[in-house]
């Protein structure tokens, strides 16, 4: 089992739809979650952290935990073409030194 | 604001060769991560500095790669006798504290003819 696993994708939604991105992780240690948005070609950026149970939401972004069921999801409102690129999910624990990161999933947003 | 930086954005290099990575952490930040990323696969941690330390190094193969985070100045990741399957982007990140989040620099795009 992956430690970090993502929807394998591609994700294709309409513009202005609801994308909805899952990540489980093995370790039940894990304290820090992170989301990544990585256009082609470009570095990692860091668009969300989360570090406790519930819902936080940044502008169209929301991000969820639920450590119970070692899971974390990302949801993106009114998804626009620009929102096209590879998200990665990424988990921090005490136990490990780095920070593992899911395969990604792809998301097109189609006009 | 300066980020994290990385330098050279693209180094080529004959097999045999050596390649030095280069990376200075965003301002107030101690600790450096690297990654590598092969074309269409996700990234993989290598190695993870703070000054003058190297904290975990597990990701990072044992023979020809190497990495030192010296007290003055850049982060460096240094690759000898590189060869062909070497060919990806390294990324470093770095944060204020371990727990915290990374961010990332621009990477260096690293072919090997």
């Known amino acids: 089992q992956k430690e970090v696993e993502q929807n394998s994708g591609p994700l294709s939604v309409p513009e202005g739809a609801i994308a909805s991105l899952n990540c489980t992780y093995s370790?039940?240690?894990?304290?820090?979650f992170f989301w990544y948005r990585q256009y082609s070609g470009k570095s990692p950026e860091l668009i969300m952290s989360i570090y406790s149970n519930g819902d936080k939401e940044d502008g169209r972004f929301t991000a969820q935990l639920n450590k119970a069921s070692q899971y974390v999801s990302l949801l993106i409102r009114d998804s626009q073409p620009s929102d096209s690129a590879t998200y990665l999910c990424a988990v921090n624990t005490y136990n490990n030194n780095d920070m593992r990161f899911g395969a990604g999933t792809r998301l097109t947003v189609k006009p | 604001n300066a980020g994290v930086m990385q330098n050279p954005r693209h180094l080529v290099r004959r097999r045999g060769q050596e390649a030095r990575l280069r990376c200075s952490p965003m301002k107030g930040h101690s600790h450096v991560y690297w990654y590598r990323q092969l074309p269409e696969e996700g990234l993989k941690f290598m190695v993870y500095l703070q000054k003058e330390n190297i904290i975990d190094e597990s990701g990072m193969p044992k023979e020809r790669f190497s990495a030192e985070f010296p007290k003055e100045g850049p982060s460096i990741l240094r690759i000898q006798q590189v060869v062909r399957g070497d060919s990806a982007a390294y990324f470093c990140?770095?944060?204020?504290?371990?727990?915290?989040?990374?961010?990332f620099g621009p990477g260096t795009r690293l072919t090997v003819l």
């Open positions: 990140a770095s944060s204020r504290g371990r727990d915290n989040e990374q961010f």
């Open positions: 370790d039940r240690g894990s304290q820090s």
